[in-house]
Nanobody, 116 residues
Framework: QVQLVESGGGLVQAGGSLRLSCAAS????????MAWHRQVPGKEREFVAL???????NYADSVKGRFTISRDIAVNTVYLQMNSLKPEDTAVYYC??????????WGQGTQVTVSS
């Protein structure tokens, strides 16, 4: 079992930055594909970014060049650095962990609000 706890959300003006953290407990993240997703009320949850067990990354087109996903295995934490934030980035951001064998876990989410 893996527990994921997100933090770092908040209110920021357009053009500003935030760094989200996802702290994991229960198992090391080194064997997981870690991802960030986001969801706006009334819409489906959408993919934002992921980092694989070998450190490869992938991003949604809407955040490429502005967001950076990273991880620190020593403290079992994944980060999402968000720069040049736009009002359309407003959402609840969720951390997700997955690995072979059908193991999938979600965090509780953290609210990000970008004002214009």
């Amino acid at each position: 079992q893996v527990q994921l706890v997100e933090s770092g959300g908040g209110l920021v003006q357009a053009g500003g930055s935030l760094r989200l953290s996802c702290a994991a407990s229960g198992r090391t993240l080194s064997t997981f594909i870690m991802a960030w997703h986001r969801q706006v009320p009334g819409k489906e949850r959408e993919f934002v970014a992921l980092i694989t067990s070998d450190g490869s990354t992938n991003y949604a087109d809407s955040v490429k060049g502005r967001f950076t996903i990273s991880r620190d295995i020593a403290v079992n934490t994944v980060y999402l650095q968000m720069n040049s934030l736009k009002p359309e980035d407003t959402a609840v951001y969720y951390c997700h962990a997955a690995r072979t064998g059908g193991y999938k876990y979600w965090g509780q989410g953290t609210q990000v609000t970008v004002s214009s």
